[in-house]
């Protein structure tokens, strides 16, 4: 196997570990690009406003995900700044413990349009992005 593809599996793996370390089950954040025209999304998260979850360059037709645990103070929370090339940063709060009723997973999907997400199986529209 060549080095490329060692290094590529053991970044594979670290960020598994590293994702594992801090949530055995609980709940999934999907975040999905589907922006068009080969757009990249950048999506950078802070767990419980301590917990820097690095940032996530997803490519236009993919996705990432975030796996965590609620804690018992119903504080919990996800927060991240989402941005293209064409778009400034948008804030938004991923997961907030008090707020979502997501059961396990918590989708949410960004496009040209805006960023929506998944409530009782249909895309709702959640925000736009600013200008």
């Known amino acids: ?3 490329a593809v060692l290094k590529k599996l053991n970044l594979i793996l670290l960020l598994t570990i590293v994702i594992s370390a801090f949530a055995v089950s609980g709940y999934l954040v999907h975040t999905i ?6 757009k990249g999304l950048k999506v950078h998260c802070t767990f419980d406003l301590s917990m820097d979850m690095g940032e996530q360059t997803i490519a236009n037709g993919g996705s990432y995900e975030w796996k965590f ?3 018992a103070t119903h504080t919990t929370l996800l927060l991240c700044d989402a941005s293209t090339p064409e778009a400034d940063v948008l804030h938004f709060a991923a997961y907030v413990q008090r707020r979502d009723s997501c059961i396990d997973d918590c989708d949410w999907k960004f496009t040209s349009g805006g960023v929506f997400q998944l ?8 925000i736009s992005w600013p200008n």
């Not at 409530?119 to 959640?126: D, I, K, L």
Request: hydrophobic share 30%.
């Open 119 to 126: 409530v009782a199986g249909q895309w709702e529209f959640y």
């Open 1 to 3: 196997m060549n080095t």
């Open 69 to 71: 645990s609620e804690d």
């Open 33 to 38: 690009n589907q922006l068009g025209d080969g």
